[in-house]
DNA sequence: GTCTATAATATGATAGAC
DNA sequence: GTCTATCATATTATAGAC
């Protein structure tokens, strides 16, 4: 966050191990790896890991190829904890809403959490698109059983407010999956949106217009109230 | 479709050029290539581009390496042809409804014929799906005025029967964005779909459940109806 | 049209000096 | 920790016989 002082210049201080050089070390190792990840994620979301070669990923961190693979064993490590990070973003927002909310409230405001998502970080968006697009090889044997917990938790949420005549009586899945593919629609789809409106989510009156438009259908539905 | 008969076993047979031979001899290439092309897209639609070798598409094939690059001069061009082709599928769906129909009718239609798309074509929707997802560099210079036009003219339709107090007054680009994000979500998604509840359209009452769901919420939306 | 080399390159990864 | 080779391999594509 903060902007780095010089670039560390001397050589390693002939065994100066004061506990204070080693935890700078330390975060200096340990903000490298960010970086690093960081260009990772740039390029895997929009060339996929095998469009991707770790010399780009290097010169995007401004890092040589080898010291890369200094910090990542490997291009497919490297990609492993990117996919990690990205998981840890991913299922937060998810633990929305408790039977004791207002069903309208909570799922409008549920939409409106997952589209920020999908405006605040894209690339995660897409990068996770793309992996479920191609069988998530990786992440559903570590995703598999928290997703489906929350996922079920959920489900006995909204089942709850339909017993309570709260809500409609529609299958919950299908009301999660409706939730979370037109949220995020507007990030993995993003050049196809552009491509038709000319908007994205990063104009605030897009969002706000979107953000409407998905309540409002999902809430209410398309068919004329009868007054 | 029909069994092949055996295999053609004979050397060229000397200059006979009658139209006859000729014409078969265009078909027979023309259906190599249609073979070569089927397994390109099975793997490209679940290893990307870059994750597929040429290699693995003759092997797919069952032709070698040279022969596949005696009838696509390059993998590039390969792909370019299987985008193209996947156009085409693609696009015809999307003409569906004009203003004289029933609205509510008309969407379910669509809503219909759009999620048989998912069940019947899962692979051209993920191959659809990673194309735009990765900014589809190539995909957009072809598609983006035809898209354009069907949508505008779709959102044209739309606007008439709000206008006419037919149809709640949402915004249609955003309505047409929910339906395909929705029902693409099924193909795209589907390992997550099935990590969650196990099924997948190829199930015919997971098919009329989802079709029904999303029908449901669209349409009516999930706030209970006051009697 | 189909095959057997083989060229040409890109890329992931390592060895070893400093 | 970082760099300069360098290896090893995979992969696209071509040349040329048949």
């Known amino acids: ?31 490298k790896r960010k970086i690093i990840m960081q260009a990772a994620l740039d390029l895997f979301s929009s060339n996929g890991v ?17 010291n890369l693979l200094y910090y990542f064993a490997s291009k ?12 840890d973003v991913w299922l937060v927002p998810l633990k929305g809403f408790n039977s004791e909310q207002d069903p309208i409230e909570a ?3 549920y939409i409106e ?5 999908s405006r605040d970080n894209p690339k995660e968006s897409r990068l996770f698109c793309m992996e ?23 489900v006995q949420v909204i089942s709850d407010w339909i017993k309570a005549g709260k809500l ?3 299958d919950p899945y299908h009301l999660i999956f409706s939730i979370w593919a037109t949220t995020q629609h507007y990030a993995d ?13 990063d104009n605030p009156e897009f969002f706000a217009a979107t953000l409407h438009s998905i309540q409002t259908i999902i809430l209410n539905g398309v068919r004329p109230q009868h007054s």
């Open 1 to 31: 966050m903060s902007s780095t002082p010089a670039k560390k210049s001397l050589k390693k201080s002939t065994r100066e191990s004061s506990s204070k050089t080693q935890s700078k070390r330390i975060e200096a190792k340990r903000n």
């Open 50 to 66: 095998h469009g991707t070669s770790v010399e780009q990923i290097a010169d995007l961190a401004k890092v040589s190829k080898t």
């Open 76 to 87: 497919e490590l490297l990609y492993v904890e990117v996919i990690q990070q990205l998981l």
């Open 107 to 109: 799922i409008a405001n």
């Open 113 to 117: 959490v997952k589209l920020a998502l």
């Open 132 to 154: 479920v697009v191609q069988g998530a090889p990786l992440l559903f044997n570590q995703l598999g059983s928290p997703l489906r917990a929350i996922v079920e938790a959920k």
């Open 168 to 170: 409609a009586p529609i």
């Open 189 to 201: 789809f993003r050049v196809q949106v552009e491509a038709v409106t000319g908007q994205s989510l």
